[in-house]
Each structure stands twice: as C-alpha cells, then as structure tokens.
C-alpha cells in the first residue's frame, strides 16, 4: 500500500463518521511571499480532500494576488489595508453572520493568527494558528519588539492548536512565548516536486546569464542581501549573481553594489511569478537570511536539483540541510547544502568558492535532490488533515 492509498481509505472513514462543517483559511494576503506560496500550494492539494465540507479562503488585505489558487475555492477579500484593529473590525463583521462562521480556521502570519486566536473566543471556532518564522529573532529587529512579544504572548497560547514549521519554531514558542509544548505540532511545508518541474520547464522571465549564483526573496533588512553582496564581492572569479525580488532595500543594495565595484556583475531582476527556470538553471542558491521558520526556497532549490548555501540562522536551514555550520573547508561529508555562520563574509565567499567548482556543484546537486524526496505533499496534507479534524478523533 502506498502512502496515498493509505490517506485516501483514511478519508473515506473520516467521511463516513466526520460531520460536515465550515473551515476557513486566513491570511494577509496572497501576494507573492513563502508564506503565501505554501498555502496556495497546500490549499491546491488538501481542497480535494475536503470534499462534502465548506471551505472558505479570507484575505485580509485587499491587494492583488499573485499565487495560483484552486478555481473553485471560495475566496473572500477583505479591506483591512496592513492594520490590524482594521481587520479586526472587517473579519468580526465578516464573522457576525452566522453563515459565514467557521468550525475550524487555519491562519498564517502573525497578524492573521493574533486575530485567529483572539476572534475564537467570540464565535466559538477551534483556531489553529501556523508560525511561519522563528518568532523571537523575526521580531528582534523591530522598533515595535517589545509590543510585538507582549501581543504574542497574549495571543498563541489562546489558540486551540499550534503549528510550527520547525523543531526550532516550536521550541521557540514554547520557551518564549507560552505556548504549551504538548499543543504545538510540527509539520512542514509541503513541496510538490513535479509540479516545480514542470514550471522550471517554461521559459525564463528574462535573458539569463549562461552560468550565474542566484538569491531569491523580498528586499528587506531580514533576508540580509547586503552580506550576500559583501561576500560575493570577496569570489572575484564567480560567474553574475541574480537577484530575484522586490523590496524597501532595493536602493540601498544597488549602491553598496556600487561601492563594491561588482555592479556589472549582479542583476537585480525583480519580482518574477515564475522562478523555477531559473532556479533550475542556478549554479547554486545562496540565502543570507536572519531569521527563517520553514524557508520554502530552500526546499523548492533542493527539488530542482540547484545546490544551496545558507546561513545557519534560527531555525529551518540546518534542519532542512541536516547540517551543522562550518566556515570553510572541508565541508561535512553527509550535509544536503552547505551551511555556515550567520553574519560570517569569509565563510559564505569560502562557499561560494567551492561550488564555483564543477565537480562540487554536480556533487551538491545530487544530494540536493536526494534531500528534497522527504518534503513530498501527501504526508504534509495528510497531517493537516490529522489536526484539522482532531476534535471529532479526541470525541469519538
């Protein structure tokens, strides 16, 4: 029996004992972020599993939608414009009609999940809320930190369930935020290889250059470019280096380009709706992050075969690359990616170099690829399966 077989008799016996009921998806917005991608991705795979119950998507902000979401879910737009009192208001307006209130809601992002737990109290739905980042180190560099720790600590541990999408999350807001550990469970995101696969075979967006080294992400302070950028300038001999995505940085990246004297060399592309060509066709992707919960990124490299360097920052890479950071040669014999230091120029340049190298980079692509086939869907939507219903398995 394979795993799917073995989750599709566990649907038919939840559908002959589950009654039907209402399950909503929260979240700011499906713009183009990993967390959005993941639930877009994880709705795409779980909605036909839901059938013969009412599923409902919310949008908290009213702003253009950039993921592929299932043609017939319901989605409902909301207009809280970045707020969170606003969407308060627009989500309990929304709520107040009886038929539109959930049993179960799912939410992503902070925002979406404060709410979540707190709205639960006043319409009486099991909220499950999602953590998408190390929450400590996420909010560490905020002006608003300690407002942002006091409002989790008030909320989390309200909701019916936790998801973290790490060991590392989930020890996180257990030792810090109040979050009973035993409530938290660990899933995480779910990677559909050959769908990547078959988006990687389209055309690239935009001329490629024939060998280049690849970043991927939003443009702001947290994804950390402007070490990618030092380092990269310390590799004279690498091929360009491709950026990929939007963000409040962007100026101040181009100058330190400048400055670096490597701004012929690095191409920042922008916002892409496809990057899989040209993740396939990356030499290596190297991610500079400070703070990650589940990088999606780094997986989705890993599924086309693109070798990945990244830093070991709290607390999803050195899960994912089963890794333990090093700052230069040799490098671990079993790691899945090359892992080193946060904040450490020389060691990600020593990186850098060593995939620069052919044989290393085929190596590193052959591990990658083997590392990838336990982030396969089924298991994933089958345990959201598992906790989405776990009130009718804990009554029955």
Not at 385 to 394: A, G, L, P
Request: net charge neutral; charged share 20%.
């Amino acid at each position: 029996m394979t795993a799917l077989d073995f989750h599709k008799g566990k649907d038919l016996l939840r559908s002959a004992t589950v009654r039907p009921r209402r399950i909503s998806f929260l979240i700011n917005s499906m713009e183009g972020g990993g967390a959005e991608r993941a639930m877009a991705n994880l709705l795409e795979h779980l909605l036909p599993r839901l059938h013969g119950h009412a599923v409902e998507l919310i949008l908290l902000d009213d702003l253009p939608t950039v993921q592929t979401l299932p043609k017939d879910l319901t989605i409902r737009t909301l207009d809280g414009r970045g707020k969170l009192g606003r969407s308060l208001i627009e989500l309990a307006r929304h709520w107040r009609i009886t038929a539109n209130r959930p049993d179960v809601c799912i939410s992503y992002l902070a925002r979406a999940n404060v709410l979540n737990a707190w709205l639960a109290r006043w319409f009486g739905h099991r909220a499950l809320i999602s953590e998408r980042v190390n929450t400590s180190s996420h909010i560490a560099g905020s002006r608003a930190a300690p407002i942002l720790r006091w409002i989790t600590r008030l909320s989390y541990p309200r909701a019916a369930g936790v998801i973290a999408v790490s060991e590392g999350v989930a020890t996180d807001l257990s030792r810090n935020f109040g979050v009973a550990r035993d409530r938290v469970t660990v899933i995480g995101n779910a990677i559909d290889a050959a769908r990547l696969r078959t988006l990687a075979a389209q055309p690239a967006p935009f001329d490629l250059p024939e060998d280049f080294i690849l970043g991927m992400g939003r443009l702001v302070p947290n994804k950390n470019f402007a070490l990618l950028l030092d380092a990269y300038a310390d590799v004279p001999g690498a091929p360009p280096l491709v950026l990929l995505g939007e963000g409040a940085e962007e100026t101040n990246l181009r100058a330190q380009a400048d400055r670096l004297g490597i701004s012929d060399r690095v191409v920042f592309a922008g916002f892409v709706a496809n990057p899989y060509p040209v993740v396939a066709k990356a030499r290596a992707l190297v991610s500079a992050s400070r703070a990650e919960g589940f990088p999606n990124t780094l997986v989705e490299a890993l599924a086309l075969s693109c070798p990945v360097i990244a830093t070991d920052c709290p607390s999803g890479p050195a899960e994912i690359l089963d890794a333990t950071a090093q700052t230069s040669p040799p490098w671990s014999a079993h790691a899945h990616g090359l892992l080193v230091p946060m904040e450490n120029r020389a060691a990600m340049a020593a990186a850098m170099s060593t995939l620069c190298n052919d044989a290393a980079r085929h190596d590193y692509a052959a591990r990658a690829a083997k590392r990838a086939l336990i982030y396969g869907h089924d298991a994933v939507v089958g345990a959201y399966m598992d906790i989405v219903f776990d009130d009718e398995t804990n009554s029955s």
